[in-house]
């Protein structure tokens, strides 16, 4: 079943989440230069990082359902896919408000990190209206899997040209990630990735689950109309 | 000949020679993008044109033009059953990606061989830009070529193949068009063509389409099987 260990997951995620925001506002010092508003740092990053991650996932997982042709590693990309764009939404609502209490623009077209990600997101954002235009669910399944393995190409390729766009007028104003930090936000900050990284995780098992559990009721249904002797208790989820 | 080559020059003389015939798709994309420019004249109120704004004014038509091809690449294959007999045929499939390919690159350039001239007749003072140009349009239609091909063989099997292509396409070509922008801009600014930055741009445009070939070539076998 896909639900097991989805309890003492869902338990860890909360309890990284909250030793995370404890961190971020008891424990990390406030930023000198742009005080409060940069603890929301704490949470874009780890959010792009782990939305960007998720993104290759789906496409680790088409390249293993196209290779094998069994349909729970479509269901598997999918889902990747799917809580990764949801990821990207907030991203995208973080950095602009971080954009406007640091640059006092809700958008700024000059940093490149914000641009790439806009691009990307609206790449993988027509991966519904192209996933679900295709009827026939083998087809889909298989197009949605050329799709995945594609956007995965292309997001490297994107970061590389929205870079070299602006690279001569505008250095990086981030390039410190790391190296830059003092060791509290740092710990912070590194809580903060590994809670996020858990939260993507327990959703992405918890809509496995319940697509699983809506296929394998859907399947009985189907057998209450003419019964199959011997089902197998783990169904791939649908999509 | 081998066999795949074989099927590459055949389908590829197909798709030339029915378009030859037929002339549905050439003439309506060259035709809406010489009324684009129109468009844009009167948009920007400018008669003329140089510098960031003829760059984008050009590959925004170039780029909604060569959609209008796009969307029509493999109408044929579906509706004559093309795929049909590419998959009981005995050869490679990827000779059909191949010969796509080509046959949406060879449209391309001939768009363009009509559009461009317009469009330094309309816009640009000079042609001197023109022959350094040809290396931006050839890179990039490369591209568009590779992505193009992929995304409409996808989209001709769905329901709203007309909205599927754009909606797919325009995003995943965005770093296309930021180089090709990018190469461009400098080689129209007034006072005759500069080379700022140009080999970045072209290497960055010859990585896109050596990319997006590659993928091409690799996923095209499973978008075929049935």
Redesign the interface.
Known sequence: MYGKGLRTLSIATVAALAAALSLIFFYAPLDADQGFIQKIFYLHVPLSIVALLGFVAGGVYAILH?RSGERRWDAYSYVCIHLSVIFAVGVLITGSIWAKASWGHWWVWDEPTLVSFL?VF??YA?YY??RY????PE?QA??A???A???G??VP??F???R??ES?VHPRVFATTAGGLPGSMMLAFLVSIAAMALLWVTLVKLELTAKSASGQLKRLRRALDAPAPGAPSRVAPEV | MTPSRLAFATILAKDLRAELRTLQSLPAMALFAVTTFVIFRFGLDRTSLSGSLAAGVLWATLLFAAVLGINRLFVAEREEGGFDAIRLAPIDRTALFAAKAAALLVYLLVLELIVVPVFALFFLDSAAALPPLAAVLLLADLGLAA?GT?ISS??V????RD??TP??LL??V???M??AT?ATEPLLTLGGPAYD?FG??LA?LG??DL??LL?GY??FD??L??
Do not use: C, K, Q
């Not at chain 1, 235009?133 to 026939?136: G, L, N, P, Q, S």
């Open positions: 196209l691009i609206l790449l027509t209206p192209f235009a295709i009827e026939d087809r298989r197009y899997s050329v799709f393995v594609t956007a190409a292309f390729l994107n590389l040209a929205v070299l766009a001569l | 992505t992929l996808m989209a099997h769905s329901r709203a909205l599927l909606l797919v995003p995943l965005v770093p296309l930021i180089a990018g930055r970045t741009w960055v990585l896109y990319v997006f993928v690799a996923v499973f978008l099987e049935d």
